[in-house]
């Protein structure tokens, strides 16, 4: 289930961490529609791994130290879910933020519309892509707690962890495992970019490339997104 929504902004500026402001807008409206359903996303020592992911379409930004400067005060969002119980929860619970002022430091915004965008029939095992927001692959150590970040630049960590990071979020899904075998994805016309997550600069991948794999499998990565961090505005991609 994919859906976009339309915002308009106070003033056309959003906060260089403009992630965080739009996390913090999906908690808002998930915790007013349903508490259950909040506590069950997000609630806390909740680690459980969420099978949506979005992507921010701003209109000619200008990136400052602080800030993100806008053409205009209209942006909007592409929402995209697997779980369709889940997806149509969450749009129940935009809709019924619809034309409610959410507020920014020194600034808001507005949902204003909400469209369903109807999602494409994967029909081959081979299917060109394009990020509409980066790929992170992160190989996490489970003994030192600390994470690395690999983009398409170091091929061989990152088709090893992406398999590692997919099949992760597999196993929360409860979808067979062996739809992994024989995924490949390669760069078409890629670019390795630094984005910044909170405090951290993580290195990860952006443009296009092609995905081989179990139809099945394909499909679970366009409704769901690609990588990890897919619930913070990454993974998300169209295919071309």
């Given at each position: 289930m994919?859906?976009?929504?339309e ?8 906060d ?9 807008f999906v ?5 007013e ?8 996303l997000y ?10 992911t979005?992507?921010?379409i ?7 130290k602080?800030?993100?400067?806008l053409?205009?005060?209209g942006?909007y ?24 002022k959410?507020?920014?430091n020194q ?5 204003v519309?909400?469209?369903l965008i ?18 992170i ?5 489970r003994?030192t707690?600390?994470?690395m ?9 990152f088709n ?24 490949e ?6 670019k390795?970019?630094?984005v910044?997550?909170y ?19 394909l499909?679970?990565l366009?409704?769901?997104g690609?990588?990890t961090?897919?619930?913070?505005g ?7």
């Amino acid at each position: 289930m994919r859906l976009k929504l339309e915002f308009t902004l106070e003033k056309p500026e959003l906060d260089i961490q403009y992630r965080k402001s739009i996390i913090s807008f999906v908690k808002h409206s998930i915790q007013e529609y349903d508490q259950n359903l909040f506590e069950d996303l997000y609630g806390k020592g909740k680690t459980k791994k969420k099978t949506f992911t979005w992507s921010p379409i701003l209109n000619h930004p200008k990136f400052d130290k602080d800030t993100v400067t806008l053409a205009d005060t209209g942006f909007y969002i592409i929402f995209s879910g697997y779980n369709y119980a889940y997806t149509l929860h969450l749009y129940n619970a935009f809709l019924k933020q619809k034309n409610k002022k959410f507020h920014l430091n020194q600034n808001s915004m507005t949902l204003v519309k909400i469209s369903l965008i109807k999602e494409k029939e994967i029909k081959t095992n081979s299917i060109n892509i394009k990020m509409s927001s980066p790929i992170i692959v992160r190989n996490h150590n489970r003994e030192t707690q600390k994470d690395m970040y690999y983009s398409f630049e170091k091929a061989e960590e990152f088709n090893k962890y992406i398999k590692i990071n997919i099949e992760e979020q597999m196993k929360e899904e409860g979808l067979d495992l062996n739809l992994l075998e024989g995924f490949e994805i390669k760069p078409i016309k890629a670019k390795k970019t630094v984005v910044k997550v909170y405090e951290y600069s993580i290195e990860c991948s952006i443009g296009t490339f092609e995905l081989t794999g179990n139809t099945i499998l394909l499909d679970y990565l366009y409704k769901s997104g690609i990588g990890t961090k897919k619930a913070v505005g990454f993974g998300l991609f169209d295919i071309i």
